[in-house]
Structure formats: structure tokens, C-alpha cells
């Protein structure tokens, strides 16, 4: 069975600092996605960012990284500089294929605050 | 471009009553469809998920059922609710297939009491 598991439940820390919230997971498929969406206060899930198993480069998006690991099994997120607006919790999601449609295993998320 | 909503966006509901709950896309044909929970404090669970019209994939057998009487149209239901039904309901879309991203809906908060 796929698993994901985001270890880390909260982090607080205070504007302008880094921060690396951490995505561990579990399948034995050899074709899968991972994703990261963000849950602001408002509850609506934001999508961030899709990586595809094949496809280990890192990626940077503005203040936003990500660290794909395949020897880890690891999907790391790290917010540069972070700011309050960056407050939310963050899930990290695995696919897995189904009948033709694909289901997201999420982790438990891990709610980022921000401190000014 | 593809829009998402679901309504109500809180609903406040007896033990034992009924649901409904109903989400649409707009933008888009022959999408798939998703129902997830997420229960307060807790990551999220995939309920149903619908490849077309009269199709549906149950994930956790429950006290919840899922319709989906229009191509674009995503209905969650229950004839008696539950303490345990109350949670966030989030709908969810993506492009027919299995590599394609999902994008979520505003969410139902449903409270049972």
C-alpha cells in the first residue's frame, strides 16, 4: 500500500528564515507523481507543484524549492525566506493509478506559521 | 479556463437527517471527479471518484454515497448522517486520466450535531 508521511505536524518560525518541510514516502510502484498543495486559512487546497518519478531534477519556483530523492524516497519542500503569507498547512500527496483515475494519498500536512 | 465550485460552502445538519452536497465544473468536458474528507486536524481521504456520468469508485465504505447525474455535475449524499460524517468536503477535478493534476474545489464545511 502507498503511504506518505510528513513528520514534521508544526513548524513555527519567524519571517525571513528557511524553512524545509519534509515528505517521506512508501510505494512500490515505478511509475508515480508526488505533489505539494497548500491549505491556506480559507481551506481551499492550492496546488503547487507535480513531479513525475522519472524526473528527478530539482526545481525552483520563486522563494519555493523542491528536492526529489528516489535513493530517499523523499520530496522535500523549502520556502526561502519565508513570509506570513506563506502561513498554511501544507500536504504532500502521492498518486496511485486507479480505475482510470487517479488517487491522491495525502500525508497528515504540516501546519507552517509564520511569525512577524 | 476551468472553475470549480461546490456549495453549500457550511451546512449545519441534525444527527439522522439527510445530505446532500453538490459540486460542479465549469470550463472543461469529461473530467474526472473526486470526493475527499477531511476530518478536523487529519490529512485527507479520498471518498469517491468518477471517470463519467453514471460511473462511480467507492474508497471507503461508509455511510456516504456519490452521484454524477451530468458530465460536469458531482453530488455527495447520505440519507442519515452521522457524528462522524461532520468534516471538510472537498471536491476535486482533473483532466480524464491518470497523470493528470487534481484541483480542488472552495470545500463544504459540514457540521453534524
Known amino acids: 500500500a502507498q503511504k506518505v508521511t510528513q513528520a514534521q505536524t508544526e513548524i513555527s518560525v519567524v519571517e525571513k528564515e528557511d524553512v524545509t518541510l519534509d515528505c517521506v514516502y512508501e510505494t512500490r510502484d515505478t511509475t508515480y507523481y508526488l505533489f505539494w498543495y497548500k491549505q491556506p486559512p480559507s481551506g481551499e487546497l492550492v496546488f503547487l507543484i507535480r513531479?513525475?518519478?522519472?524526473?528527478?531534477q530539482n526545481e525552483i519556483s520563486g522563494r519555493y524549492s523542491w528536492n526529489f530523492q528516489k535513493s530517499t524516497s523523499s520530496f522535500n519542500f523549502t520556502i526561502t525566506a519565508s513570509q506570513v503569507v506563506d502561513s498554511a498547512v501544507y500536504f504532500c500527496a502521492l498518486s496511485e493509478a486507479g480505475q482510470g483515475a487517479q488517487k491522491l494519498v495525502f500525508g497528515q500536512g504540516t501546519r507552517l506559521t509564520i511569525n512577524p | 479556463s476551468q472553475t470549480i465550485h461546490q456549495w453549500p460552502a457550511t451546512l449545519v445538519q441534525p444527527v439522522g437527517s439527510p445530505l446532500s452536497l453538490e459540486c460542479t465544473v465549469e470550463g472543461t468536458s469529461n473530467p474526472n471527479l473526486y470526493w475527499y474528507r477531511q476530518a478536523a486536524g487529519r490529512g485527507l481521504q479520498l471518498l469517491f471518484y468518477?471517470?463519467?456520468?453514471?460511473?462511480i469508485s467507492s474508497e471507503v465504505p461508509q455511510n456516504l454515497s456519490a452521484s454524477r447525474p451530468q458530465d460536469r455535475q458531482f453530488i455527495l449524499s447520505s440519507k442519515k448522517l452521522l457524528l462522524s460524517d461532520s468534516g471538510f468536503y472537498l471536491c476535486?477535478?482533473?483532466?480524464?486520466?491518470?497523470?493528470?493534476?487534481?484541483?480542488f474545489g472552495p470545500g463544504t464545511r459540514l457540521t453534524v450535531l
Open positions: 468518477s471517470v463519467g456520468i453514471g460511473q
Open positions: 476535486a477535478w482533473s483532466v480524464s486520466g491518470i497523470r493528470y493534476t487534481q484541483y
Open positions: 513531479r513525475n518519478s522519472f524526473d528527478e
